[in-house]
């Protein structure tokens, strides 16, 4: 326990109220279900966890808010999630879990109250295999002789165009079974996010900073600046993984997997995927010893380029729950952020970074992955902000970007389309989300 935090939970006697959390990592299900038994056992509050699927969060949320027992706690990822669960949003400006943040900013503020509270900070880019990347660093033609040398696109295209072509040298000399650069980059409901949002977000990004605007709250109009980087990025990815283009959206696709098992050198993805490679359970044969970071260079600014630092992970408490319920959600996350057992499976079994004043010694984070951003951070890289944060009616954007993208990748569409799906997509939802 941390010293001069007075966090007794109640005795099972004592006890009142209960907790519904509505996780929105589901990499993290089984450490929240563990986590929540331990609670229950410890104060007797009944605690039951409900993971969404991947990239289905804001339907299963709304299914279960029209529900009677509706969750206590749930994720809004920004402010515009703030404005549709405005009246089910309780005001956390006097809670602990707001009291111990380190940094106030890390907050959601809608309709002049805290709507939610970041429980962690993430970043995202390019998750590469070092064992793998170092043995080809080190044969005879390679074009980088470290991984250091990869520090901007061109010589990233360079490296994976070489590392594809190669593949049965580097797996004779190396005794692996790579079959691409690339991990497939899935266009299904469970991946298509790290492109439509997560890659996305650099374009965005680097656009809202030329235009002077707020990196994470975006402008009501576009113009695609940097649109053509995305596709020089998404036609790096797609021309060097072993995936048939065709099937992309067909979801038989698993990149982590893929990358886990050392099928590829590079796979885009966040920091949150710690876990999967530290959990045996999976059988996969990287492990965090194994694994790093670099940006995704898209290009733009790359000699200055950190990793994408942010968040979309708010807690909310259910302002329409009972009385007893709220205090019980309450109660629960203050626990979850002094507690041993709370802060041992958010650092150390999630692998997250925690926001809270009560993460040091022993339970800062052992995120490999994470401490990659902060390395960049340290050698004056600039992190690159979740300008995708901004995205107005973000499923409905998405998904006109996503099909566009798909159309291209399959051979049925232009560019073009994919373009309109950005510039004209964000005007038209921004007109749809913004109307008085």
Known sequence: MVAGLAVVPASAEEATGSVYYLNFKPEADQAWQDLAAVYTEQTGVPVTVLTAAEGQYNTTLQA???????PTIFNVGNRDAAATWDNYTYDLKDSEIYNHLTDKSLVINYNDKVAGVANCYECYGLI?????LEGYCGMEG????????????ETLKAVAEDITARVDEINEALGTDLTGAFASAGLDGGSSWRFSGHLAGLALYYE???DGCD???????????????FKNVWDLYTSNSSADPKTLASGALNAEAEFGMGEAVFYQNGDWEYSAFTNEENGYLVGADEIGMMPIYFGVDDANEGLAVGTENYWAVNSQASEENIKASLDFL?????????RDTMTHKIGLTAPFDTFTDDFATANVLAQAANELASAGKTSVAWSFNATPNVDDWRAGVVSALTAYSDGSGEWDAVTSAFVDGWADQWALAHEE
Do not use: C, P, R
């Not at 590469?128 to 793998?132: D, E, F, L």
């Not at 390679?142 to 696109?153: L, P, Q, T």
């Not at 009501?220 to 940097?226: H, L, R, S, V």
């Open 128 to 132: 590469y295999n070092k064992t793998i």
């Open 142 to 153: 390679a074009v980088v002789s470290s991984i250091d040398e990869i520090n901007s696109f």
């Open 64 to 70: 279960e808010m029209a529900k009677s027992e509706a």
């Open 208 to 210: 809202f900073k030329d």
């Open 334 to 342: 203050n626990w979850v952020i002094t507690s041993d057992e709370g």
């Open 215 to 229: 990196l994470t709250a975006g402008e009501a109009t576009i113009d695609g600046t940097y649109v053509e980087n």
